[in-house]
């Protein structure tokens, strides 16, 4: 005896595979769209890593020479060559107005 399948319950299974795919799909979309901005925000730290890497590496090469030690020992330690004398300003609004008051006198005098 042959046994067929009624139209409802072929309609239903039909329609419950169809929106289990559907969820399926939707899931594996979302996991890509999560994935892809994962990716960009990576990409957008190697360059910024390969970036300083170049940099560093251009100040590496710099480094071996003398005036690149010089500068620095000048910049950040405060040494001297022999014989240089060091000059600390120490009131810098007498700087200042010194150049306001040469600056007002141009200005009247029509420079």
């Known amino acids: ?17 169809i929106a289990v795919t559907l969820l399926v799909t939707n899931h594996y979309d ?27 590496q251009q100040e590496l090469n710099r480094s071996s020479s003398d005036s690149y030690i010089i500068q620095t020992a000048r910049d950040r330690y405060g040494y001297l060559m022999p014989g240089e004398i060091r000059f600390q300003v120490t009131n810098t609004d007498s700087l200042n107005t010194e150049h306001e008051v040469i600056a007002s006198a ?6």
Not at 33 to 46: G, K, P
């Open 1 to 17: 005896m042959t046994r067929t399948m009624r139209p409802f319950t072929l309609l239903v299974l039909l329609a419950s595979m």
């Open 30 to 56: 979302r996991q890509i769209e999560i994935l892809d901005e994962d990716y960009r925000q990576i990409r957008l730290e190697q360059i910024a890593a390969e970036s300083e890497k170049s940099a560093l």
């Open 106 to 111: 141009a200005n009247e005098s029509g420079e």
